[in-house]
């Protein structure tokens, strides 16, 4: 059983540009959810993805979007990259629900130079 | 709003010494708790998840954590450290109805020989 998947797994881009992320979620999951991982920081919630709508979203600006499709991967853009937008982004699945384990991937190390 | 205290950073222990590693939250409902494993350049991995059906909870590689609500703490303990268990260890909450998880900040485990 495949777990979760991400691409690429290191970028490198400039201030100004704009990258897309991307995530397949664990077999049967239809719940996907990205994080911030800054260095030796915790993961910071981005926002989630259910049914092909944004159900949540934490506290990021708007440079940072997303997109779920019919088969439940999914997308995260960001634009007019900045410094501070280099960490490591996680993207995780789960079912709907409160309890449900959120399953994360190994991640895609974004360096803004 | 839900929130997560890991204190310190970084915890250091001999091979075969108990691990404890504190985690308290905050919560205006009862919450979910997790605790998830970090291993170097990887994702992360759940270890456990309290859900409200019993306090003590155990998960996987010898770890289990208790819950109590009188103390708002949620910390992972093992009795006998392994050179294996060296990773950075993240407490998190979800409640609320919230879908996000909130994340510690995390802490480092150093298991010497």
């Known amino acids: 059983d495949a777990g979760v998947t991400q691409s690429p797994t290191h970028l490198i881009k400039t201030r100004g540009q704009q990258v897309t992320l991307r995530c397949s979620p664990k077999s049967g999951h239809d719940t996907v959810s990205w994080y911030q991982q800054a260095l030796g920081q915790g993961p910071q919630f981005i926002f989630q993805y259910y049914e092909e709508e944004e159900r949540q979203r934490g506290n990021f600006p708007d440079r940072f979007s997303g997109h779920q499709f019919p088969n439940y991967s999914s997308e995260l853009n960001v634009n007019a990259l900045l410094l501070g937008d280099s960490a490591l982004y996680l993207c995780?699945?789960?079912?709907?629900?409160?309890?449900?384990?959120?399953?994360f991937g190994p991640g895609t190390r974004l360096l803004v130079l | 709003a839900q929130s997560v205290t890991q204190l310190g950073s970084h915890v250091s222990v001999s091979e075969g010494a108990l691990v404890l590693l504190r985690c308290n939250y905050s919560s205006s409902v009862p919450p979910y708790l997790f605790w998830y494993v970090q291993y170097p350049n990887q994702g992360l991995q759940l270890l456990l998840k309290?859900?409200?059906?019993?306090?003590l909870v155990k998960g996987i590689n010898g770890f289990e954590a208790e819950f109590k609500k009188s103390e708002t703490s949620f910390h992972l303990t093992k009795p006998s450290a392994h050179m294996s268990d060296a990773a950075e260890y993240f407490c998190?909450?979800?409640?609320?109805?919230?879908?996000?998880?909130?994340f510690g900040k995390g802490m480092k485990l150093t298991v010497n020989p």
């Open positions: 995780a699945s789960s079912l709907p629900g409160g309890g449900e384990t959120q399953y």
């Open positions: 309290y859900t409200s059906a019993a306090t």
């Open positions: 998190a909450v979800r409640g609320g109805g919230s879908e996000k998880l909130v």
